[in-house]
Nanobody
Framework: QVQLVESGGGLVQAGDSLRLSCAASGRTFSSYAMGWFRQAPGKEREFVTTISWDGVYTDYADSVKGRFTISRDNAKNTVYLQMNSLKPEDTAVYYC?????????????????WGQGTQVTVSS
């Protein structure tokens, strides 16, 4: 069992930056691919980005490409989401997720563990 705890959310202005962190429990973090998803008010949860177990492979939603960067530190059991040039449409609850395999994935049903989420609000 893996527990995921997100942190770093908050209220920022358009154009600002924010870094989210997701701390994972357990000794098998380095064998899990990780992902970030988000859910805006009144919308379904959507894929944001994913990273392979070794950090070599990543994928991003078109809406965040060039602005967001995912990274991980396996020694610290932590995955990060650096968000730059934030827009009001990035406002959402951001969720960290882990899947019991090495490869990246964009589909939510391929993830086995989820955090509780952290709120990101971007004002215009």
């Amino acid at each position: 069992q893996v527990q995921l705890v997100e942190s770093g959310g908050g209220l920022v202005q358009a154009g600002d930056s924010l870094r989210l962190s997701c701390a994972a429990s357990g000794r098998t973090f380095s064998s899990y691919a990780m992902g970030w998803f988000r859910q805006a008010p009144g919308k379904e949860r959507e894929f944001v980005t994913t990273i392979s177990w070794d950090g070599v492979y990543t994928d991003y939603a078109d809406s965040v490409k060039g602005r967001f960067t995912i990274s991980r530190d396996n020694a610290k059991n932590t995955v990060y989401l650096q968000m730059n040039s934030l827009k009001p449409e990035d406002t959402a609850v951001y969720y960290c997720a882990a899947r019991r395999t090495l490869a990246i994935a964009t589909r939510q049903d391929l993830y086995h563990y989820w955090g509780q989420g952290t709120q990101v609000t971007v004002s215009s």
